[in-house]
């Protein structure tokens, strides 16, 4: 029953009782390793949802974990890891299932299970690492030779399997390895931008959403998603073509929509697929939290979105927090604002960089207000961490008394600035100036806890001290 996968029959011996679900045949397989070793996903989920135990071993020592390994099936890989299914356990070989993911060249179970932290230093009874086990040169080779590479911390710790709660395609773990900071949990991870009451989307501007109507595949020739965008800005593998070098010059992209007639699989649907890549959120030394990549990335290559809650221009004014703003402007016209404070997802934590390896992108999807989407500048090494320009109007306002920590050689923002000496504002010191037009910045700020007290110009107390319009 588990090795043909069939799921209504599993469902209505499960109801009966649970009492034989880790039962062993004579070669120590319980119907969690058959599912397992045939690649039965929904039924994997099932056993583990109703007690399933991914500790039990087989004759020959093996963990389930072994077993996906093997097939290379990471997406039940990943099922088994966020039941507690032990990462480094060691077969009757000595193999940790790193080393069978490596010996049977499963890349994608390689990079997730180095993304949960996996050990690449560990020797089976052969005497072989997980990168010995690997193909000299291959794509598996290449990645465990880049983690293998980097400074390892014997005090980091795993805080979380997946920061996403399982809404995102590949899980986010959490490490740290610097501090006692707590995985961050003060905001909601969410996989769509929220829309709060201070932004209106006219019930008639949704009736008028673009879409396509093409059945041959979308191209510059036929599809008005593609013609909004002005040319087609992804290659046919799904990469930001070659000549888009930074946000001005690619503009707002308009991606097919739910509405349109073309293919899941077209090629103008890239950023709507979700996060694809392998990251990881990991505790960074000086600079808190930041994201690396586990896997090498290509130039072009669609890392990430940036979501948050969508707020008015007027509501950013108000709002004393202005760490995670980022300003987009909706099809109608208007400036809107992305805060990522209490809902947001991955990108709330890419750190600033002045050699930034990520561009953001305005890109729409059938929506009034575009999202941003973050893309490779160069080929990114598996290990490296991830990052883009904030931005000279974000360091205008949070660069007094706080330096740039992204250790490139060309860094612009060293040394902390004096404050800056602006002119008094006209009007109501209460508020924002009459006629004045203050938006919040297109940036964030690093996101460690300061150390000492920094004085933060808030969007409303800037407002308050100057009529210098920062945009």
């Not at 929904?42 to 039990?56: I, K």
């Not at 230093?121 to 598996?140: H, M």
């Not at 979105?305 to 509501?315: D, K, P, R």
């Not at 947001?344 to 941003?372: K, T």
């Amino acid at each position: 029953m588990a090795r043909k996968g069939h799921y209504d029959t599993a469902c209505r011996i499960l109801s009966l009782g649970t009492e034989a679900i880790n039962s062993q045949d004579s070669g120590g397989r319980s119907p969690l390793f058959w599912a397992t070793e045939y690649r039965q996903e929904s039924l994997v989920e099932l056993l583990l949802a109703h007690g399933a135990d991914p500790a039990v071993r087989d004759k020959e020592g093996n963990l389930c974990l072994h077993w996906a390994a093997s097939v290379g099936c990471a997406p039940i890989a990943r099922m088994l890891l966020e039941a507690g299914s032990d990462l480094n356990a060691l077969n009757d070989q000595g193999d940790t299932p790193l080393h069978v993911a490596a010996q049977e060249r499963r890349y994608k179970c390689i990079i997730l299970l180095l993304a949960h932290g996996a050990e690449v230093c560990l020797k089976n009874k052969a005497g072989r690492t997980p990168l010995q086990c690997a193909r000299v040169s291959s794509p598996s080779w290449s990645a465990l030779q880049a983690i293998s590479s980097l400074p390892q911390s014997p005090a980091e710790r795993v805080l979380s399997r997946d920061i996403s709660r399982g809404f995102e395609q590949v899980p986010i773990p959490c490490f740290n390895g610097v501090d006692d900071e707590p995985c961050p949990s003060n905001f909601l991870y969410v996989t769509q931008n929220i829309m709060s009451d201070s932004v209106a989307v006219s019930p008639a501007a949704l009736g008028r959403i673009q879409h396509c109507k093409c059945s041959e595949g979308c191209s510059m020739a036929c599809c008005p998603c593609i013609l909004r965008s002005k040319r087609s800005w992804y290659t046919m593998d799904g990469r930001l073509v070659p000549d888009a070098n930074n946000s001005t010059e690619t503009g707002l992209i308009f991606e097919c929509n739910t509405l349109c007639s073309c293919a899941r699989f077209c090629p103008n649907r890239v950023v709507q697929r979700g996060v694809r890549v392998q990251l990881q959120l990991c505790r960074m030394p000086a600079k808190g939290w930041g994201v690396r990549t586990m896997e090498d990335v290509p130039r072009g290559a669609f890392v990430c979105q940036y979501f948050g809650e969508v707020i008015s221009s007027t509501e950013a004014g108000q709002r004393q927090e202005d760490t995670y703003y980022f300003v987009v402007d909706m099809q109608t016209g208007q400036e809107c604002c992305l805060d990522g404070r209490f809902y947001g997802n991955v990108g709330r934590f890419l750190n600033h960089s002045c050699q930034p390896n990520l561009v953001g992108v305005q890109v729409a999807v059938g929506q009034e207000v575009p999202g941003i989407a973050f893309f490779s500048t160069r080929p990114i090494r598996a290990g490296e961490e991830l990052g883009f320009d904030y931005g000279d109007k974000f360091w205008e306002v949070k660069g007094e008394g706080c330096a740039c920590l992204c250790g490139s050689p060309t860094c612009r923002y060293q040394v902390p600035r004096s404050a800056p000496s602006y002119p008094a504002a006209a009007g109501d010191v209460s508020g924002p100036s009459v006629g004045t037009r203050h938006h919040p910045l297109r940036g964030f700020a690093l996101k460690s806890k300061r150390m000492n007290p920094l004085k933060v110009v808030t969007r409303s107390q800037h407002a308050q001290e100057t009529s210098l319009d920062l945009t």
